[in-house]
């Protein structure tokens, strides 16, 4: 495994390596969720490559940039026993540097939910994933289900801009009592880890209802928020039902739904999600 820290240098030794190229960007303070991507890749590809870069671009004025975990020793000890051929480490500036004025925004899709809470977060991914893709030129770049809004941002991007790259979307992986893995979990105490829980009851009381016929988005929402209401430490920025592709709010989900949440268990913001489709039983991996 080799880590580069420059574009130059990073394209020379990938120009170097044969055969399918997959790619997982990621902003570090690796767990299994990333971890779950890495393995798919290495599965389904010849070469690895996984970039840590915690991207300042998508981050607001008044969030967590400054304190985002960040431990690449750690993380490259996590990643060399997977077998991943090429890591990218790239500090801000050499993503960013003086005079640095090109983004790309993904219009639409990216208005709502987590881009309406959090203006200018999808340009900053979109802009960091653009410009990865560019410099590894991969056969194939995985995304992980928990971020679905930011996997419908990619697939139009990839699309619209003609990146010839495919968009793999593996699925979210859990805790046993069902919280989604998160670098940002480090953040919670042990109380409000407890409740943190709430977001996976929340979406799987909705998840009953919709395997048990419910199709109106409204009672799959009211159902999500009762139990959210439930838990005294959660606050919910929003409830959505939206199309999981165009990210529009729909009322009869019977083609199916992307029911996602974004929810503060004291200071920390939590996001999940749960793709309901008809006959089809929802995959997450605990
Ligand atoms: P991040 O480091 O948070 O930017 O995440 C990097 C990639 O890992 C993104 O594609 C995420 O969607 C994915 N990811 C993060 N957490 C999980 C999880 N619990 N399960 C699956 N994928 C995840």
Sequence with gaps: M??????????????????????VPTMGALHEGHLS??????????????SIFVNPAQFGPNEDLHR????????????????????????PETMYPAGFQSWVTVEEVSKGLEGGMRPGHFRGVATAVAKLLNIFA??????GQKDAQQVAVIRRM?????????VVVCPTVRAPDGLALSS??????????????????????????????????????????????????ARADYVSASDPDTLADIEGVGA?????LAVRVGHVRLIDNLLLLPGKPNVSCH
């Design 2 to 23: 080799i880590t580069a820290v420059n574009v130059p240098e990073l394209r020379r030794l990938r120009a170097g390596m044969r055969g399918d190229f997959g790619l």
């Design 37 to 50: 991507l890495v393995r798919r890749a290495r599965a389904e590809c010849d070469r690895t490559g996984v």
């Design 68 to 91: 985002y975990p960040r431990d690449l020793d750690r993380d490259l000890g996590l990643l060399e026993p997977l077998g991943v051929d090429l890591v990218f480490a790239p500090s």
């Design 138 to 143: 991969p056969d194939r770049a995985y995304f």
């Design 158 to 166: 990839v699309n619209d801009l003609n990146f010839p790259a495919e």
């Design 184 to 233: 940002r979990n480090a953040y919670l105490n042990p109380d409000e880890r407890q409740a943190a829980t709430v977001l996976y009851r929340a979406l799987s009381a909705a998840r009953d209802a919709f395997e048990a016929g419910e199709r109106k988005a409204s009672a799959l929402r009211a159902i999500t928020r009762a139990v959210l209401d439930a838990e005294p430490m």
């Design 256 to 260: 199916g739904v992307l029911l996602s």
